[in-house]
């Protein structure tokens, strides 16, 4: 033992003498350690040493699954509300989302002066991907850490698969701070939530899928319309039996919400365990719980059909299935919501301490007739902040005292020891309140636009501008009294001055009232215009009116076919041209149509007419105006005419074509005596450029300086040219002479614009015409009923548009049911409504008509309004139609509500898109981003 002793102390010494050089020979050994683990640890150990996504240990359960192969996806969603932020970009492959290639700090994807940042960094990761694949196949060896480390994410180092990531590249924006401002109303709402799910027979972790729907913002509102906690569309609100008008928007009710959802979750399980035990008799309800949750953003069908496609087994549609609408959000859905549940349920380990709201509890109050909100305020005693924030389905055409809480709601009031009996029998000893649809004044309150308080109060946007010369750019500011126009119906017709044989289509107009008002047959005046009976009117559509079917004993009467011409006709009934143009009203351009009545007069007339001067044989269309055209690949001379409503000889006169009357696509044509209200519809349109030395009609809501930019010269020249003042009013109808002098680089403008293949960018001024400031969604749709007669009679018929229901139907109709719509129309049960169908309405009167038409119109305004309050029209760009589109997928790709689709292409309300069609797509984005 001693030797021992002795020889570990020599030992020691010995260390001792030597320490300094054996410590440097040590440094030396690690440095040669690290160069060595360097180049030969594994990859995949250098990929664990560098992958940004963590790995969590999850909770699962039996009603909640995670298969293994969903966990990485799990992680993924983890991380991105616990652990990167709002101003954090994550660069991952889409289809395997675990595999992330860069995080970016203060860089938040799809944010306003990042897009371009972001787009630059997915190239330059793509360029990398595509190189690294490349260096593979030659069999590079590869060096570079970064490098080794992206390979270490493919197993195999597959350089197919890296290529194919390349290619999958997506941006997601962390959403930590968010999840813990989630967490403060998960405080506030949760309770209810709770209490929903419980008395519906749910599972209690439902309450986790709000997280990842709205981040439980009972104001949420998405890009595709879906409102409040639950992100409800409106077509599914009415499905699942909530209420949406002009004075109530149910989906912002919590608690209202949560009933819907709870309806739509039970009736999901239903349906998918009978088209999975189809396939697997033995499989369970927790099995399909992953199915359930993803047909609340997939819907039910969608997953009854990939179950009856892939099987029951939730990891197999996952990877498997494949349509346009399974995507990325879809494949996520289950496993975000899993993420939610997971962090949520470890809030405090994850964010520490935080803002845990407080529980909402209410007094409910149902009223038993409609009550102002003002008078709510004076006998409840309670502020309207409050109010809004208990009862937040009410909508801002009930705060902004435009329409009463209406009778049978259930008010909410702070909770009240004692309750709130004695109150409410105050407000019922009360006198009815009289309707506040019709003040003669109306102050200006914040978040106003003109055409939404002329929708409100039912009188013409136009109207309320003209009435208070709020001037083209309808400026109104908070505080400012607006005197409001009376009420002549809901929308103010303006009618086409120019030619008793013609019609200019204002708002609320339908083909069978016009007909019915010009005294024609509905079915005549469509087939004289070329359109169907389920066909939608644009705004200032220039309609002809055909002539009256009575026809006195002495005459006879032909319904214009295909292919003929005013002379043929009168030549086969044996007269002259000139006096069946006479007879008809015609111009010597003879322009007649399929489906137009014409009057055949007797023989003896012919003799009259010849004696006739000219002046009084033919009626001009208008007085005409000079264009100029430029022409597109498909036009013809003749086909140019017609659409101007000149004779092709005409045309051929005022441009020297030569002998073959040849044009090319470019070529600009000058015509001369287009009608005015032709000239300026198609001006409006974009397809031709009125030229000066003309005349123009004054619209409502245009000023002089707006008439001479379009026309091209100064305002001050147009002014004078007139004999008017800059004080001076113009007035609807009222005709302008426009001066010599228009700038010839502004005279022509056409849907191509130019002859490069670049798409035009309109100008503000361009695309809305004469009412700069007055956009689309300012204006309300036409959506009246139409009338027309069958076996003597009345038949009353809609066309279907944008988030519209049978139910929406039965509501507005106050029928009790849907049965009634769906005998008259000879409907089965699986059969759905499409844009565009026409439809036939059990209306019994007038009044019931009006009342439809009430509120369907106020429907559609609350949508608008709704939208409005959340986001702006940033630019409305071009888009050619291709193979396959749809108003869906529009609405899908470009990420945009159905319904304004339709609004920005009124065509698209009856019609699917034909390819190569000119479509009108707006961009948006959130207010205050």
């Known amino acids: 033992m001693r030797g021992s002793y002795c020889g570990a102390r020599k030992l020691l010494k010995t260390q001792s003498n030597n320490s300094h050089s054996r410590r440097t020979r040590a440094w030396g050994l690690y440095l040669l350690l690290g160069l060595l683990l360097t180049f030969f640890i594994p990859d995949d150990h250098i990929a664990s040493a560098h992958h940004l996504v963590n790995n969590h240990n ?18 993924f969603w983890i991380d991105v509300y616990s652990r990167w932020t709002s101003r954090d970009a994550v660069l991952h492959d889409s289809v395997k989302p675990d595999r992330v290639f860069k995080v970016i700090r203060g860089k938040a994807c799809g944010r306003s002066g990042n897009t371009q940042y972001i787009k630059d960094q997915k190239r330059r990761l793509k360029a990398r991907l595509e190189q690294l694949a490349q260096r593979l196949e030659r069999g590079e060896k590869i060096t570079g850490r970064q490098d080794r480390h992206y390979i270490a994410m493919f197993p195999g180092h597959s350089p197919a698969q890296i290529r194919r990531s390349a290619h999958q590249l997506r941006c997601q924006t962390g959403h930590k701070d968010g999840f813990r401002d989630a967490l403060r109303r998960w405080g506030t709402y949760g309770r209810i939530v709770r209490q929903v799910l419980k008395d519906a027979g749910l599972h209690q972790d439902m309450q986790y899928l709000p997280f990842v729907e709205s981040s439980y913002n009972p104001k949420a509102y998405s890009r595709l319309g879906a409102a409040g906690v639950w992100q409800i569309m409106p077509r599914t609100a009415r499905v ?42 033995k499989i369970s309800d927790y099995e399909l719980t992953p199915f359930v949750i993803t047909s609340y953003n997939y819907g039910i069908n969608g997953m009854r059909r990939a179950i009856n496609k892939m099987g029951p087994d939730f990891v197999t549609v996952i990877d498997g299935y494949r349509t346009r609408k399974f995507r990325v959000a879809v494949k996520n859905f289950y496993t975000s919501f899993l993420a939610a549940r997971h962090v949520a349920r470890n ?27 003002d008078r709510i305020k004076r ?27 209406p009778r049978g709601y259930r008010l909410r009031l702070p909770r009240r020891q004692g309750g709130w009996s004695s109150k409410v029998a105050q407000l019922r000893a009360m006198p009815r309140e009289s309707d ?44 400012q009294s607006l005197q409001l126009p009376l009420k002549s119906g809901v929308v103010r017709t303006r009618v086409g001055h120019a030619n008793p044989g013609s019609y200019t289509v204002g708002s609320g107009d339908t083909v069978c009232g016009i007909a019915q008002r010009f005294g024609v047959v509905c ?50 009934h044996g007269i002259p041209c000139q006096t069946l143009l006479a007879a008809n009203q015609l111009d010597d351009r003879g322009l007649i149509f399929p489906g137009q009545a014409l009057r055949i007069p007797p023989a003896g007339t012919a003799q009259d007419a010849r004696r006739k001067p000219a002046a009084e044989q033919l009626k001009p269309l208008a007085s005409g105006t000079t264009v100029r055209y430029k022409v597109q690949p498909g036009d013809s001379p003749c086909a140019i005419a017609h659409r101007l ?77 007139n004999g008017l003042k800059k004080a001076s009013i113009i007035v609807p109808g009222q005709v302008l002479q426009v001066p010599e002098g228009g700038r010839e680089s502004d005279a022509v403008l056409n849907r191509a614009a130019s002859d ?141 509500p159905l319904w304004m689709i339709t609004r920005y292409n009124p065509e698209l309300r009856t019609a699917m898109p034909v390819i190569g069609d000119d479509l009108r797509i707006p961009s948006i984005r959130k207010r205050g981003s």
């Open 58 to 75: 999850l909770a699962c359960s039996r009603y909640f699954p995670c298969p293994k192969a969903l966990h990485r996806r799990v992680d």
């Open 240 to 281: 699942l039996g909530l209420e949406l008008n002009a004075t109530v928007d149910e989906r912002l009710d919590p608690e209202a919400a949560s009933w819907a959802a709870a309806r739509y979750l039970k009736d999901s399980r239903k349906t998918l365990t009978i088209a999975a035990r189809a396939k697997n008799a």
């Open 347 to 373: 809030a405090r380990q994850i964010f520490g301490s935080y803002n845990s709201g407080r529980s909402l509890r209410y007094d409910t109050v149902l009223l038993d007739r409609a009550v102002s909100v």
């Open 379 to 405: 006998v409840f005693g309670v502020s309207e902040s409050r109010l809004k924030g208990l009862n937040p389905a009410l909508t801002r055409f009930v705060w902004h005292g435009w329409r009463q809480v």
């Open 436 to 479: 506040p649809g019709a003040p003669s004044r109306y102050t200006v309150k914040r978040g106003d636009t003109a055409c939404a308080i002329a929708s409100a109060f039912r009188v013409g946007c136009q109207d309320l501008i003209d009435m208070n010369r709020l001037g083209p750019s309808a400026m109104i500011q908070v505080g």
């Open 523 to 572: 079915d005549d005046l469509l087939a004289a215009n070329g359109l169907r009976s389920t066909s939608v009117l644009p705004i200032g559509r220039n309609l002809v009116i055909p002539g009256a079917l009575a026809v006195s004993g002495t005459g006879s009467s032909y319904t214009v076919r295909s292919g003929d011409t005013a002379c043929a006709v009168a030549l086969g």
């Open 645 to 721: 409503g000149l004779s092709c000889r005409a045309l051929l006169a005022d441009n020297p074509l030569g002998v073959g009357g040849l044009i090319h696509p470019g070529q600009v044509l000058t015509l001369h005596g287009v009608p005015l209200e032709v000239a300026e519809a198609l001006s409006r349109s974009g397809s031709v450029r009125l030229l000066a030395n003309g005349s123009h009609r004054v619209e409502a809501g245009e000023s002089v300086c707006a008439i001479a930019q379009r026309a091209g010269v100064p305002c001050e020249k147009l002014l004078a040219f």
């Open 756 to 896: 490069s293949k670049k798409p035009v960018q309109r100008t503000k001024q361009t695309e809305q015409g004469s009412w700069p400031s007055i956009g689309v969604l300012d204006q309300d749709i036409e959506v009246g009923v139409q009338v027309t007669s069958r076996d003597g009679r009345k038949v009353y018929r809609i066309n279907v548009e944008a988030n519209e229901t049978l139910g929406h139907y039965s509501d507005w109709l106050r029928l009790g049911g849907i049965t009634p719509i769906r005998r008259l129309n000879g409907m089965q049960e699986t059969k759905t409504l499409e844009i565009g169908d026409a439809l036939l309405l059990p209306i019994l009167n007038q009044t019931q008509r009006s009342d439809f038409e009430q509120r369907r119109q106020e429907y559609h305004r609350v949508l608008v309004e709704e939208f409005k309050e959340h986001f702006e029209i940033v630019k409305v760009r071009r888009y050619t139609a291709r193979r396959g589109d749809s108003v869906w997928r529009l609405a899908r790709d470009f990420d945009l």
